[in-house]
C-alpha cells in the first residue's frame, strides 16, 4: 500500500521560507508525476505545482510562479516544495500527490491524482 507522508509545514511571516517535503513508501515512484496542491479555509482544492517523472519538465500556478520551487529526489523516493516570499494568501493546507506516467497532459487536475498524502498546514502571517 502506497502512502504518501508530508512534512515541513508550520507558521511563517510574510516574506520568509518553509521547504515542504513528501516521502513515499510502499512502492518506488520514480516513473510517476509528483504534484502539490493545496487548500485554503472555505475554498477548493487547487493545483500548485507538478514536476514530471523525469524531472525535465515542472508547471506551476500562476499565483505561485517565481516564487515556488518543485523538485524532486528518486532515490528517496521523495518530493519538495521550495516555497520563498511567502504571502499570507499562501496559508493553506498543502497536499502532495502522484499520478501515473500517462497522466501528465491532465497534472493540475486533482482528479488526475493515483495517491494523495493527509496533507501539512502551512500558516503566513501578515
Known amino acids: 500500500q502506497v502512502q504518501l507522508v508530508e512534512s515541513g509545514g508550520g507558521l511563517v511571516q510574510a516574506g520568509g521560507s518553509l521547504r515542504l517535503s513528501c516521502a513515499a513508501s510502499g512502492r518506488a515512484l520514480s516513473n510517476y508525476n509528483w504534484a502539490w496542491f493545496r487548500q485554503a479555509p472555505g475554498k477548493e482544492r487547487e493545483f500548485v505545482a507538478a514536476?514530471?517523472?523525469?524531472?525535465?519538465?515542472?508547471v506551476y500556478a500562476d499565483s505561485v510562479k517565481g516564487r515556488f520551487t518543485i523538485s524532486r529526489d528518486n532515490a528517496k523516493n521523495t518530493v519538495y516544495l521550495q516555497m520563498n516570499s511567502l504571502k499570507p494568501e499562501d496559508t493553506a493546507v498543502y497536499y502532495c500527490a502522484a499520478a501515473d506516467r500517462y497522466s501528465w497532459g491532465r497534472i493540475t487536475a486533482a482528479g488526475s491524482m493515483d495517491y494523495w498524502g493527509k496533507g501539512t498546514l502551512v500558516t503566513v502571517s501578515s
Open positions: 514536476i514530471a517523472r523525469g524531472a525535465a519538465n515542472t
